[in-house]
């Protein structure tokens, strides 16, 4: 099967390469005892394959019913599922359903909701470990807010770990978007949170595995 790369690890995985090349040939070549090259090849190798996987973008088809449905945005492991208050935007108790991912899962962002995108900021902040609490508001961060058909507003914040330095986030306030698309990046270990109605419907437990793009978490009430 054919892997396909997404477009934020293509350069990372070039300059990757070339360090490892650069390291590894003239080991080969200089060194009479073929031990240590052959060590440091496969230790290389298996570094890449890592890499690689972490910027693999599997092509993902929802194939639940849409309407009112919130997908999980990323590959990972429930590990918060509460009741909280959110006062960035929303400004309202809500259920925060919090998604942590290692650096062995892919890390694109699949979008929850289908709807018009209302609101996203980024956030400058620290880089704590993304399981802890305190990183959804406290660590480098962007948030988003997707208004669905029916007017419920549903917030995604995507965090940045310990190890996390960049995320990307690509639609802009007034675009439209569906839940088979991407709709961002987080770069080497980190979480996602979304915080939905307190009248949603939760179909996930903590500690469930998620898949990106495909488990269905939760269930928005109609509104009338």
Known sequence: MKVKIHREGLNILLALLVVLLAINVPLYLCLENRVVPIVTISI???????????????????????????VASVDGKVVALEEVY??????????????????????????????????????SGRFL???????????ERSTIVI???????????????????RIVTYPEAGEQVCIDEHIGFIKFGSRVDIYLPLDTEILVKLGDI?????????????QK
Do not use: C
């Open 44 to 70: 290389s190798t298996i570094f890449y394959l890592l890499v690689v996987n972490f910027f693999r973008s599997p092509r993902r088809h929802f194939k639940g019913d849409p309407e009112n449905a919130v």
């Open 210 to 222: 998620t898949t990106g793009g495909i488990t269905q978490v939760a269930r928005l009430k109609k």
């Open 129 to 139: 470990a993304a399981y802890l609490p305190k990183s959804s508001t406290e660590n």
């Open 147 to 165: 208004e669905t058909a029916d007017g419920t507003e549903i917030l995604m914040r995507q965090i940045a770990g310990a190890i996390a330095r």
């Open 86 to 123: 959110e006062d960035e935007y929303l400004h309202r108790n809500v259920i925060q359903l919090s998604i942590f991912m290692t650096v062995f899962n892919v890390h694109a962002n699949w979008t929850p909701v289908a709807g018009v995108v209302k609101y996203v900021k980024h956030h």
